[in-house]
């Protein structure tokens, strides 16, 4: 097994299904002999020529719309919108067409397909190179939307994507992408969609997070260690459809919840595992369900490191609950 | 109709030498402001590079080899019209009367910065000069600029909106729209494509199958003309034709401006991966400053040497405004939940408050930094 980046399983992950696969063409804007402007398609276009790897005209819309086409009609799509905040050209075809296309022809009509998106804060990328538009998403029946926070699980994670007969929105971690390392298998896997990752075991209180987020609050959860609070730490990866009863169960063991996103607050995806452990697990809570997340704010500049929630935020959340 | 303006291509050719199109009405004076103007544009950029390099700043779009094709169409504009931009005018506001100190303080993103360094750099605005501030989402620009000129008209002012974009930016779904508008309004619009070769590492040829790129106007029933952006003078002349028809209630026109990024997309970006020295070379020779520079200097209005004295003088002037944003404050903390609405609404005050209990809490919080009176 090689120590990789999550930027170079992403790559692996591509690189790995184009060889399984002919039908999986890869496309965006600059994912040609550029790489992509992360350089999460390096090398492709080498390997796989301008047939498979390919640089698009400078349209979001054009590029899901044609994809889900493709996908309609026997090839494998991964289309690269590059960054997460340049998707929105693309909402219409992604939430009025592809994930809507199986229900609307009873199941006759379907989108295969992949979007890789990277998203989040973290670059000094101002409000238009750092959202994350998870919510906006996950608010969409018939889509998928995963993100990942391991090497391993970016590769097995994509690879899933990919081999998933429905359109699924997958979200990198940009903050991520060279800061993390770990091992990748060199051969094809898969991690099942829609499970839970166990970070770290606990019982005092239980933490959920996804994405950039994890490592956040492993340090948070680090620093709780050393105050005699054990911590269990759970990475979502699979935002649509959830591992529902997962998330209930972790909630239970511990009957303290925090969710930590850095999406913004209101309407965001920390309420709705705030409502699915009310809901479910009600009579286990000893204490209020709390939130960590964004400010209801565009994303800032110069202050993003005010905005993004960090160890300490995360930490004074793990506190209070377990003190209530 | 005919949707192909006659406009002249070029006026002045790469030596300097004038091809005989009839030139801009424009005095000697008014003529070396021009070159001013693109110097100014250059020696910025070149500092800003070397901020960025420094690590002062985060992001330079660089505009190199694009100094005539901004400033040649942006100054027979009015200080009334307005300019909607892209990512690489903003040495055209310096001529409309951005304030160079204010320039470099968005660059700085501190706390003299217009936005309240809360763009990313390379993202300019003023209000002074009718300069928007720009998102960076590509193309979105292009219908605001068509639906400010449909309100100057039913409001009756005299307004032309100009409205700049890249050639990557003609495949946005704004440019569509944009010009569908314009054209069917009658829109007092120009729009300007500055088509610098590239969309990142995308060449203009993979955006669009037309090879005239003017012909682009036709579908739109927007009259088009292709200037060389290499020459400010043909920039100029073909500006005012432009401006013109729309003050004369002719509608828009698609002006395609022809130039060369000379240096990467931005400071993060490497061409050599995608693109050749046999390709950018002949661009040097065609170098809009030196051409220019030697048509004043065949004419006398610039004397020998007169243009490296310009420079330095520029260069002397931008090291003192850059001294002087090194020392700005950035912003205050308050700002994080300021003018997201016309006022901050409750739940930001107290989401900010809860903020700044942690950071005090964990010794973070600086002076003026106090919770909201709840
Ligand atoms: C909607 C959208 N998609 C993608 C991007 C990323 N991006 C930034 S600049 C750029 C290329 C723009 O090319 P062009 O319009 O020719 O302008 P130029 O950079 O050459 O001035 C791209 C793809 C973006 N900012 N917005
Ligand atoms: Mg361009």
């Known amino acids: 097994m090689a120590i990789q980046t999550l930027l170079g399983a992403v790559n692996d992950a591509l690189r790995t299904a184009m060889r399984r696969d002919e039908s999986v063409l890869m496309f965006g804007e600059d994912v040609g002999l550029k790489g992509g402007v992360?350089?999460?398609?390096?090398?492709?276009?080498?390997?796989?020529?301008?047939?498979?790897?390919?640089?698009?005209?400078?349209?979001?819309?054009?590029?899901?719309?044609?994809?889900?086409?493709?996908?309609?009609?026997?090839?494998?799509?991964?289309?690269?919108?590059?960054?997460?905040?340049?998707?929105?050209?693309?909402?219409?075809q992604i939430v009025s067409e592809a994930a809507k296309l199986r229900y609307r022809s009873g199941g006759q009509y379907t989108a295969p397909m992949v979007i890789r998106t990277p998203y989040g804060g973290g670059i000094r990328g101002g409000l238009y190179h750092s959202q994350s538009g998870e919510a906006y998403f996950c608010h969409t029946p018939g889509l998928k939307v995963v993100i990942p926070s391991t090497p391993y699980d970016a590769k097995g994670l994509l690879l899933a994507s990919i081999a998933d007969p429905d359109p699924v929105l997958f979200m990198e971690p940009k903050a991520l992408y060279r800061s993390v390392k770990g091992e990748v298998p060199e051969d094809y896997y898969t991690v099942d969609l829609s499970t839970t990752r166990t970070v770290l075991e606990g019982d005092d209180v239980t933490v959920f997070c996804y994405g950039a987020m994890v490592p956040v609050v492993e340090k948070a959860a680090a620093m709780a260690a050393e105050k005699g609070i054990s911590v269990l730490v759970i990475d979502l990866r699979t935002l649509l459809p959830l591992d529902e009863d997962g998330v209930v169960e972790a909630a239970k063991r511990t009957g303290r919840v925090v969710t930590v996103t850095e999406a913004p607050r209101f309407c965001g995806y920390a309420g709705e595992i705030s409502a699915i452990v009310a809901e479910r697990a009600m009579e286990y809570m000893e204490a209020p369900v709390l939130r960590v997340t964004g400010f209801d704010t565009p994303f800032p500049n110069t202050l993003e490191h005010h905005y993004l929630p960090d160890a300490r935020r995360v930490i004074d959340a793990i506190e209070k609950v377990y003190s209530f | 109709m005919t949707y192909t303006l006659d406009i002249p291509f070029q006026m002045i050719d790469p030596d300097g030498a004038s091809t005989g199109a009839e030139l801009p009405n424009l005095t000697d004076a008014e003529l070396r402001e021009l070159f001013v103007h693109m110097q100014r544009v250059r020696t910025v950029d070149a500092r800003m590079l070397k901020l960025q390099r420094a690590g002062r700043v985060g992001f330079v779009g660089s505009t190199v080899g694009q100094e005539a094709s901004m400033i040649g169409t942006a100054a027979p504009l009015r200080v009334t019209d307005w300019l909607w931009s892209g990512l690489r005018e903003g040495g055209a506001a310096l001529m409309r009367g951005l304030p160079l100190g204010e320039y470099i303080a968005q660059m700085y993103c501190n706390a003299h910065d217009t936005a309240k360094g809360r763009q990313?750099?390379?993202?300019?605005?003023?209000?002074?000069?009718?300069?928007?501030?720009?998102?960076?989402?590509?193309?979105?620009?292009?219908?605001?600029?068509?639906?400010?000129?449909?309100?100057?008209?039913?409001?009756?002012?005299?307004?032309?909106?100009?409205?700049?974009f890249g050639d990557g930016a003609t495949s946005s779904n704004g440019f569509h729209s944009g010009m569908t508008f314009a054209a069917v309004w009658k829109a007092p619009a120009v729009f300007v494509c500055i088509h610098n070769g590239w969309a990142i590492s995308v060449p203009s040829a993979a955006q669009t199958a037309v090879a005239r790129w003017t012909d682009k106007g036709i579908a739109y029933g927007v009259p088009a003309a292709e200037v060389d952006g290499n020459d400010v003078l043909a920039c100029y002349n073909a500006m005012q034709v432009a401006l013109e028809r729309a003050r004369a209630g002719e509608g828009p026109t698609l002006l395609i401006v022809k130039t060369y990024r000379m240096m990467g997309h931005s400071s993060s970006d490497d061409p050599t991966v995608y693109r050749t020295a046999a390709e950018v070379d002949p661009w040097t020779k065609r170098d809009p400053l030196t051409r220019f520079a030697k048509f004043l200097e065949s004419r006398g209005i610039l004397a020998e040497g007169e243009a490296a004295g310009i420079e330095r003088e520029l260069t002397e002037e931008t090291d003192s405004e850059i001294h002087k944003q090194e020392a700005a404050p950035g912003m205050p903390l308050r700002s994080l939940v300021e003018d997201v609405y016309s006022e901050v609404p409750r739940h930001l005050m107290s989401q900010y408050n809860s903020f700044i209990e942690t950071a005090e809490r964990h010794g973070e919080a600086q002076k003026g930094d106090g919770a909201f009176p709840l």
Request: a negative charge; charged letters at 20%.
């Open chain 1, 38 to 92: 992360f350089l999460a398609t390096g090398g492709l276009q080498k390997e796989f020529g301008k047939e498979r790897c390919f640089d698009t005209p400078l349209s979001e819309d054009g590029i899901i719309g044609a994809a889900i086409g493709m996908a309609m009609n026997g090839m494998r799509p991964v289309a690269e919108i590059q960054f997460q905040d340049f998707i929105f050209p693309a909402f219409d």
């Open chain 2, 120 to 164: 990313m750099c390379n993202h300019f605005q003023h209000k002074g000069s009718n300069y928007p501030s720009w998102s960076s989402v590509i193309g979105t620009q292009i219908p605001h600029g068509v639906g400010a000129a449909f309100a100057a008209k039913k409001q009756g002012k005299d307004e032309v909106h100009t409205i700049y």
